[in-house]
């Protein structure tokens, strides 16, 4: 079932379940060749007082981990910070692996939230790990799915 041009049906990134204060053991992954954007949708009930929960976002170059040609298999989306610019030099910016995302509840009800994501066109797969990292010991629920733009 097409819900809009251009955009395929949903993808169960994470079920419904608990939270653990580690990442998540096997993330599911998603497909996304020429994907850009992808929206997540993430659905979190949180266990306790001050509950959030983390995602990390990983992207791979390859369709499978077999098809992979040295060791990196998954990676860390970046960010850059833009240097400072001064006549007559070189501007040095710097990069970093953006690591987790963190949504901390406003509420005991549950909560949805929609983050979108660019990608680049030569990204193969898509995978995101959940911990809640607010109050572990009363850990929330969360659900994750992404549509994905068919480009």
Same mark, same amino acid.
């Given at each position: 079932?097409?819900? *809009?041009?251009?955009?395929?049906?949903?993808?169960?990134?994470? &079920?419904?379940?608990?939270? +653990?204060?580690?990442? $998540?053991? &096997?993330?599911?992954?998603? #497909?996304?060749?020429?994907? %850009?954007?992808?929206?997540?949708?993430? @659905?979190?009930?949180?266990?306790?007082?001050?509950?959030?929960?983390? +995602?990390?976002?990983?992207?791979?170059?390859?369709?499978?981990? &077999?098809?992979?040609? @040295?060791? !990196?298999?998954?990676?860390?989306?970046?960010?850059?910070?833009?240097?400072?610019?001064?006549?007559?030099? $070189?501007? !040095?910016?710097?990069? #970093?692996?953006?690591?987790?995302?963190?949504?901390?509840?406003?509420?005991?009800? #549950?909560? %949805?939230?929609? *983050?979108?994501?660019?990608?680049?066109?030569?990204?193969?797969?898509?995978?995101?790990?959940?911990?809640?990292?607010? %109050?572990?010991?009363?850990?929330?629920?969360?659900?994750?799915?992404?549509? #994905? $733009?068919?480009?």
């Amino acid at each position: 079932m097409e819900f *809009y041009p251009g955009v395929t049906p949903v993808t169960e990134l994470r &079920a419904d379940a608990i939270l +653990l204060g580690a990442w $998540d053991a &096997a993330p599911t992954e998603m #497909q996304c060749v020429g994907s %850009n954007p992808i929206t997540l949708y993430l @659905g979190y009930i949180r266990g306790g007082a001050a509950g959030a929960v983390d +995602l990390l976002v990983e992207v791979s170059p390859y369709s499978t981990d &077999a098809g992979a040609l @040295g060791t !990196v298999v998954w990676a860390y989306r970046g960010v850059e910070q833009v240097g400072a610019f001064a006549a007559g030099a $070189d501007t !040095v910016s710097g990069l #970093q692996r953006l690591g987790p995302i963190t949504y901390t509840a406003t509420g005991a009800g #549950q909560e %949805n939230v929609v *983050y979108s994501l660019e990608v680049e066109h030569t990204v193969e797969r898509i995978r995101v790990s959940a911990r809640e990292s607010g %109050n572990v010991g009363a850990p929330g629920t969360c659900e994750i799915i992404a549509f #994905q $733009d068919a480009g």
